[in-house]
């Protein structure tokens, strides 16, 4: 287990949990979201967000393994041979969308397909698996935003994105299942993520973990 990815919030950590083989990436690919959500929550400038978010995209697809040594998350993912994270350019987009004037569909399809796509370790996936993706970051975004009305325009448009019918799920794709599903539910009700994981969130993971949904 690599120090650097031992502090995950729970939902993050939980889910990894469920990548089998695959936990010790999953946690670093979460670990590197959260990375660019603090570099997202704490610039001001444009400009500035744009040139730490495009100096994380240089040293993360540095072929030499020379960028951004040093840096123990991505020396962390080197050692993994986890570099560069599939979907990298769509998760980086996604969270400048954040930055300046709000892009809230750049920002769903940008991060929830990027960060997909580097959990499932594929640059190709099914568009359902895209719009499940932008479904999750929506509702995750709503539980992070300040502002409540921006939070209630993540949950509406983020119906959008929700499939109507069952989705063709494999193994390999169970932590992904799980967020959709516990991000699906609230988002059918209308409700905003929670701040931290309750009770009756945990007990859901554990119910979609057994049982698929």
Not at 6 to 18: E, M, T
Not at 74 to 86: E, G, S, T, V, Y
Not at 107 to 133: N, V
Not at 190 to 211: D, N, S
Request: net charge neutral.
């Amino acid at each position: 287990m690599h120090a650097v990815s031992d502090d995950l919030a729970p939902l993050p950590s939980l889910l990894s949990a469920y990548a089998g083989p695959g936990a010790a990436r999953h946690r670093l690919v979460w670990a590197l979201d959260a990375r660019f959500a603090r570099l997202v929550a704490t610039t001001s400038e444009p400009i500035i967000g744009q040139m730490r978010l495009a100096w994380w995209n240089d040293a993360l697809t540095d072929e030499n393994g020379v960028k951004g040594q040093g840096e123990p998350l991505i020396d962390a993912m080197r050692q993994l041979a986890a570099l560069p994270p599939h979907g990298l350019a769509q998760w980086l987009d996604g969270w400048e969308a954040l930055i300046g004037e709000l892009d809230l569909s750049g920002y769903a399809e940008g991060r929830g397909s990027g960060l997909f796509r580097a959990l499932a370790g594929q640059e190709d996936i099914p568009p359902w698996l895209d719009r499940a993706g932008a479904a999750w970051a929506l509702w995750d975004l709503s539980g992070h935003h300040a502002d409540p009305d921006i939070a209630g325009k993540a949950i509406d448009l983020a119906r959008t994105y929700i499939s109507g019918g069952s989705l063709p799920w494999t193994k390999q794709w169970r932590p992904l299942q799980i967020a959709y599903h516990l991000a699906r539910h609230d988002i059918e009700k209308g409700r905003r993520a929670p701040a931290g994981l309750t009770p009756a969130h945990y007990w859901r993971l554990v119910r979609i973990g057994l049982f698929g949904r």
